[in-house]
């Protein structure tokens, strides 16, 4: 069994510590939580790499390597992420835990002081960012925002909430955009640095066998460097209740040989926070979450009018995201297929291994959660960003008794906003 606590370091820095036997390694992360925003998403983005290219203890790959290694080989990699409308970067670390040891040496101490070396103490050149590194690290990040577009599958989704989300935060990509990532200077990111370790919450999370005590101190010691400040800003995200009187429909024509249809619909203001949310959970699985689902079996399967066709909610934000891949001359006939498949859902057709084959289904990954640090991690700072506290097998428990009216009541609330569909050039 797992302990899980969450304590205040400093004002805005928190620890959750998920106290545990059940893995030969430990797991430590540190994130910056700020809000999600044009302006600044591409200088937060790079920042975290910028700084795992040297500290001033440790000033280049070669050097943090080698303390690495004195970690049993351990890892510390920058993660950037989005949660509702709040923008995640920062590292995650991976290092044998204590207990296995050869020598009995305590590892957790100089792990979490290198992690936060790297997050506090940068290597600089003339009082900022080295400009070597800054200009490599953007070149990277360019390439990966340029890069996106060759996953059809995922652009098509990140168009459909571009263009939904046009005016919220939440239309703004993780990485920021290329033209605001050329602009970065070595002086305006220093900057940027600056002023996200004085502003933005700080969420810290442990999971391993050492005693949650232990790991506060040590993490206090090591971020002892942060600036202090009373009024760190927490997350927020904005919803939108309702859906336009008609749906946006967006299309692009590209050289590619299967066509992309992506639906986007509001979920009427129901979100994570709601009593009803886990009838919402399992209403967009019954609807198109599993293999089970009706746009799988329905319009995957039996009809053949999609080569996928798949449903996701984005619980802090109030959406159902369809994404489906299609022929050309099926745009009408799968589009029609999928509103259908949500009408049916909405009158309460769902058979009773429909609805228990995707209960089972969400109860297991739920579940499955805790048999793997990294997803526990990321687990965890989704509800810090949605600031809830209620745990894997709690929330599996409240799938347990949902019930299939209630599915069909949380359906009814879904209305279409916004159509992507991303086709191929006209000979």
Aim: include cysteine.
């Amino acid at each position: 069994m797992s302990e899980v606590t969450r304590r205040e370091l400093f004002p805005g820095v928190w620890l959750r510590a998920v106290h545990t036997n059940k893995f030969k390694s430990s797991y430590l992360s540190v994130t910056l939580l700020a809000p999600l925003d044009r302006k600044t998403a591409g200088a937060n983005a790079l920042i975290p790499e910028v700084l795992r290219r040297g500290s001033a203890v440790h000033p280049d790959m070669e050097s943090l390597s080698a303390a690495l290694d004195e970690l049993y080989g351990g890892a510390i990699e920058p993660a950037v992420r989005k949660r509702g409308e709040t923008q995640c970067v920062g590292f995650a670390a991976s290092f044998l835990d204590d207990a296995y040891a050869l020598k009995g040496e305590k590892i957790l101490e100089p792990a979490a002081d290198l992690l936060c070396e790297l997050l506090l103490k940068p290597y600089t050149q003339d009082g900022h960012f080295c400009p070597d590194y800054t200009a490599g690290e953007k070149a990277n990040l360019i390439d990966r925002i340029r890069s996106q577009i060759n996953d059809k599958r995922t652009y098509a989704t990140q168009r459909l909430t571009q263009e939904m989300c046009k005016y919220e935060a939440f239309g703004v990509d993780k990485l920021g955009d290329e033209e605001s990532v050329a602009a970065i200077t070595p002086e305006s990111l220093w900057q940027r640095y600056q002023q996200l370790l004085r502003t933005a919450q700080v969420e810290v999370y442990f999971c391993g066998s050492a005693d949650p005590d232990r790991v506060a101190g040590a993490l206090r010691r090591a971020l002892s460097a942060l600036p202090v400040n009373e009024n760190r800003v927490d997350p927020e995200c904005s919803v939108r209740v309702s859906a336009g009187p008609e749906p946006i429909v967006v299309e692009e024509a590209m050289d590619v040989s299967q066509g992309k249809l992506a639906l986007g619909f509001r979920t009427g203001g129901a979100t994570c926070w709601e009593e009803d949310y886990p009838a919402l959970y399992l209403a967009t699985a019954v609807f198109g979450g599993t293999t089970l689902s009706k746009l799988f079996m329905n319009v995957r399967e039996k009809l053949s009018l999609c080569y996928y066709a798949s449903a996701t909610l984005e619980k802090m934000k109030g959406l159902v995201l369809v994404s489906s891949g299609i022929e050309f001359d099926k745009y009408q006939t799968a589009k029609d297929e999928i509103l259908a498949q949500l009408e049916a859902v909405k009158r309460g057709e769902i058979e009773p291994w429909e609805l228990e084959g995707s209960r089972r289904t969400l109860i297991g990954a739920c579940l499955s959660t805790l048999d793997d640090q990294g997803r526990q991690e990321e687990y965890w700072l989704g509800q810090t960003a949605a600031g809830l506290e209620e745990a894997p097998e709690e929330f599996a428990a409240r799938l347990e008794g949902v019930t299939r009216d209630q599915v069909a009541q949380a359906a009814k609330k879904l209305e279409l906003d916004t159509i992507y569909f991303l086709k191929g050039k006209e000979v």
